[in-house]
């Protein structure tokens, strides 16, 4: 794996660890067409499936409203003073996320969705071959997710989940309960979970 800039230098939540395991299976299901992640934030992780959708011929939706989550805005645990609008009063990755972008090449790959997840999914009707979720961390949202987007996966489509803690006194428990929701709905079956990604396949 070949990216075209020092990851370390993107901010995010990502290990690169996970990051080489979303690469890999975006890669394995490129023949099926393309990507959609919900939750850019600065473009760690579309950096990752981008240059895995370069390499396949595919293009990458990056689906984020860039008004962060509840644990980014001020005062919270993981808000960067950095990336806060002060006219607007609120929380804009957008403008470091198409910096991401243009400097590693990926402009004529991703495609910018910056909108919340329900509205870009309101009118979605294209199959995809991989489907990456790490966009809100609340209950609501993350089925939210879970509803709008594992549909539209090809069958032997992959589903990312990212954020899986099995442990309640580690940290929230939603990303977990959409990967057991989606193991129990019969529809998927486990692959690996890479850390904290959990990685299912579309039967
Ligand atoms: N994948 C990123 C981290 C994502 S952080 C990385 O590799 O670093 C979570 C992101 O989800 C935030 O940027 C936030 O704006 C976005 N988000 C949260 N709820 C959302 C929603 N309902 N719709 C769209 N984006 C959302
Ligand atoms: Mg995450």
């Keep these: 794996m070949k990216l075209s800039v020092d990851v370390e230098t ?31 934030y600065c473009g760690k992780s579309t950096l990752y499936l981008g240059e895995a959708c370069r390499r396949t011929g595919n293009s ?15 005062g919270e645990e993981y808000h960067d003073p950095d990336l806060f609008d002060e006219n607007a009063g609120l929380m804009d990755t957008f403008r470091e996320f198409r910096r991401t ?17 329900s509205l870009a999914a309101r009118h979605w009707h294209t199959s995809l071959a991989m489907v990456f979720i790490d966009g809100g961390h609340s209950h609501e949202a ?3 997710d879970y509803r709008s987007w594992a549909g539209h996966l090809v069958p032997g489509g992959v589903l990312a989940i990212h954020d899986i803690f099995t442990d309640p006194t580690e940290a929230g428990q939603a990303p977990f309960e959409i990967f057991t929701l989606a193991v129990a709905s019969g529809l ?6 890479v850390k904290t990604l959990g990685l299912l396949q579309r039967l």
């Excluded at 990458?60 to 001020?74: I, K, M, T, Y």
């Excluded at 400097?103 to 910018?112: F, Y």
């Excluded at 998927?188 to 979970?193: A, G, H, S, T």
Aim: hydrophobic residues 40%; proline residues 6%.
């Design 142 to 144: 993350a089925i939210t």
């Design 101 to 117: 972008l243009r400097q590693a090449k990926l402009e004529e790959i991703v495609v910018p969705i910056v909108a919340s997840s």
């Design 188 to 193: 998927f079956r486990k692959l690996e979970i």
């Design 10 to 40: 993107i901010k995010g939540f990502l290990d690169p660890v996970e990051g080489r395991a979303l690469y890999e299976h975006c890669l394995s299901v490129g023949s099926l067409g393309p990507t959609l992640e919900v939750g850019s």
């Design 60 to 74: 990458l939706f990056a689906v984020d409203h860039h008004r962060g989550s509840e644990e980014h805005q001020p």
